[in-house]
């Protein structure tokens, strides 16, 4: 059976690299993932971004999925924020909402919701939080009639909390950041959080997809079975590194496909 892997970035974050704009950016790594988390408002993004991108990724097949996120556009949604619970799912609700909006507006669906920055680690290891998140999907599941599933990180509280309530979990690992032994992201305030070495990025993946480990910051080695790989787009490079790394599974036999099938619309 072929070995089969799926690389998602975030789009619609208005970040330029390079000689690109932001929307080039975008459109240029949706011709490479296969998988797009769209910026739906909370930290960065608004409808004409969101529309732009939902049409592009049905043209493209890519799925297309909601990457809320806090209400904190100044802080990129990198801080953890205070929030009572209900008041988080609101807020996270609306983000849901607005995307799906776009998405159908031009044909096609929302199949999956990854929480962003601050709110995918706090959702990790927080049960209110990850509640706040699941509580999220099941209110659009009573407005569309299914569950949409989560992206998140392996053995978290909030891949927990989604088999509590009968939401689909998926497991992601991410190509260009270090893990600690417990499994979960390096915080960036630390030195070599980020990994910038393309030849070590490379590694991480292919360890991950073909071995189902990775080595952890201080050298340990840990289980790391997933089915998404996330390359971040507002890193240097993030295009080349995206490309390289498509190239790099191809060769080694690996088959891109979304985690998410996506349908005919």
Wanted: with cysteine; proline share 3%.
């Amino acid at each position: 059976m072929m070995t089969t892997i799926d690389l998602n970035s975030d789009l619609g974050e208005g970040v330029a690299t390079g000689e690109l704009s932001a929307e080039e950016l975008d459109d240029a790594l949706l011709a490479v993932i296969t998988s797009a988390n769209v910026a739906c408002g909370g930290h960065a993004g608004d409808l004409r971004s969101m529309t732009r991108i939902c049409a592009r990724a049905r043209d493209l097949r890519v799925s297309i999925g909601a990457q809320v996120s806090y209400v904190d556009r100044a802080g990129f949604g990198r801080r953890r924020l205070d929030i009572a619970p209900d008041l988080l799912t609101e807020q996270l609700h609306e983000q849901l909402v607005a995307l799906s909006s776009c998405a159908r507006a031009v044909g096609t669906e929302l199949r999956y919701v990854k929480p962003h920055g601050a709110l995918y680690n706090t959702a990790a290891d927080e049960d209110d939080v990850a509640l706040a998140v699941i509580r999220t999907i099941l209110r659009d599941a009573d407005e569309r009639g299914h569950a949409i599933p989560v992206l998140t990180l392996p053995n978290s509280v909030l891949a927990q909390m989604a088999q509590q309530n009968g939401v689909a979990a998926y497991a992601e690992g991410f190509a260009d950041r270090a893990y600690t032994e417990t499994g979960r992201l390096v915080p960036r305030s630390e030195e070599g959080a980020v990994i910038d070495d393309p030849s070590q990025v490379q590694a991480q993946v292919l360890s991950m997809v073909l071995t189902k480990k990775l080595t952890t910051m201080n050298g340990s080695s840990i289980d790391m079975e997933c089915a998404s790989i996330c390359v971040h787009s507002d890193t240097d490079g993030a295009l080349a590194l995206a490309r390289q790394l498509r190239t790099a599974l191809e060769d080694s036999g690996i088959a891109l496909r979304p985690f998410i099938d996506v349908s005919n619309k």
